[in-house]
């Protein structure tokens, strides 16, 4: 199997070696033992300063995907209504999966390449009355970091929960999960956590179980079960004691370090990867810079090259980026600067070899 010098995937990213170490150890049966218990809650207790909240953190086995799957399920059920906001592939799926699970859906779309403006997601929320308004902070295939402060005071308005995947931003851009109101705060290992793609982690507040509790549904992904089992001592299955002491590891590198410097780190990067881009007159996807993700970058695909020949190219250098799918497949192309890859040496690197490339034409 080929592997690449220089990783600007946009998620699964590079997982560094230390956060690897844990992988080659044994340790004991993780549903069973005291001292992964007490994993379990001080990864909890890291979790909310990450995420800057009071609330639980549900800590799942999975990949990013299972925490949407779980929120959705646990707080809906047939014929419940779901506000759908999207302007990317993943609002559009949470409302897609919405519809595959019965419920009532209302997508809402913003025009192409721009954010929602919050008085046209406020006049739908009153028309429609959903239980439950699901949007994306970092949008990853359309590069875009959507506003969340404004939902939450709409969303009580309606007496909604207000569910938001922030896999691709919380590490790398400012999460504020109590401040801006969020119920459900859904996160992924293998992006700015650095992680194997093993733990999914949702935030849930008081009204959240409440709905929970009031729906009590059953199943792998289901969040009921995380209320009082990790301080009960019981689990639904047997847990990822290995993803547990790595995510542990990159907590704590990150909180060490600072939120702040993390934040500063990823804006300064991505950054320098636009200004690299636009020196090469290739456009981003985005209408304006002030709508970009500082933790991936989507980019059109400059004028005569097809993904496959681009991919193709950089490949060849040594260099793998990410391409994009749906509406934007053969449009878009994404440089993945999160974690790991926000480094700025890495970073300068992958735009000299695409520079190279461009040139090579
Ligand atoms: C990566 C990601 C997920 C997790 O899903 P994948 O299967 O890894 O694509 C969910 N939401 C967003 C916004 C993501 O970027």
């Known amino acids: 199997m080929k592997t690449y010098a220089i990783g600007l995937v946009p998620g699964p990213v590079s997982v560094p070696r230390a956060f690897r170490e844990p992988y080659l150890e044994d340790y004991g049966s993780a549903d069973l033992e005291e001292e992964f218990f007490l994993l379990y809650e001080e990864n909890e207790r890291l979790l909310r300063r990450f995420l800057k909240t009071e609330n639980s953190v549900v800590i799942q086995s999975g990949e990013g995907m299972c925490a949407l799957w779980g929120a959705l399920k646990s707080v809906l059920a047939p014929g419940d209504r779901l506000l759908a906001l999207s302007n990317g592939i993943f609002g559009r799926g949470f409302g897609e999966m919405g519809k595959g699970l019965g419920f009532e859906t209302r997508i809402l779309e913003a025009p192409e390449g721009e954010f929602l403006d919050p008085e046209a997601v406020r006049a739908e929320a009153r028309a429609f009355g959903p239980k439950v308004i699901t949007f ?28 938001v995947d922030y896999v691709a931003s919380a590490g790398g851009a400012d999460v504020r999960t109590d401040e801006w109101g969020i119920d459900l705060g859904l996160l992924g290992s293998q992006k700015v956590l650095s992680l194997l793609p093993d733990l999914s982690m949702t935030a849930v507040s008081p009204r959240a179980w409440a709905a929970a509790e009031a729906l009590g549904y059953q199943g792998y992904d ?90 193709g190219a950089l490949r060849e250098r040594g260099m793998v980026v990410g391409g994009s799918y749906g509406p934007l497949a053969g449009k878009v192309f994404r440089i993945g600067h999160m974690g790991s890859q926000a480094d700025m040496d890495l970073v300068s690197k992958g735009m000299d070899v695409l520079a190279g490339v461009l040139k090579a034409r």
């Open 222 to 311: 289901a969040l009921l079960p995380w209320r009082e089992g990790p301080a009960e001592r019981y689990l639904p299955y047997t847990h990822n004691w290995h993803a547990m002491a790595s995510l542990n590891r990159s907590l704590n590198q990150i909180l060490s370090d600072g939120l702040e410097a993390s934040f500063a780190r990823h804006a300064a990067v991505a950054a320098r990867c636009r200004e690299r881009l636009a020196h090469m007159g290739v456009a981003i996807y985005p209408k304006s810079e002030a709508l970009c993700s500082p933790t991936v970058t989507a980019a059109l695909l400059p004028d005569g090259w097809s993904w496959k020949a681009l991919d």
């Open 136 to 163: 994306v902070h970092c949008e990853t295939p359309s590069g875009l970091l959507n506003p969340i402060a404004p939902l939450g005071a709409v969303a009580r308005e309606v007496d909604a929960l207000l569910c």
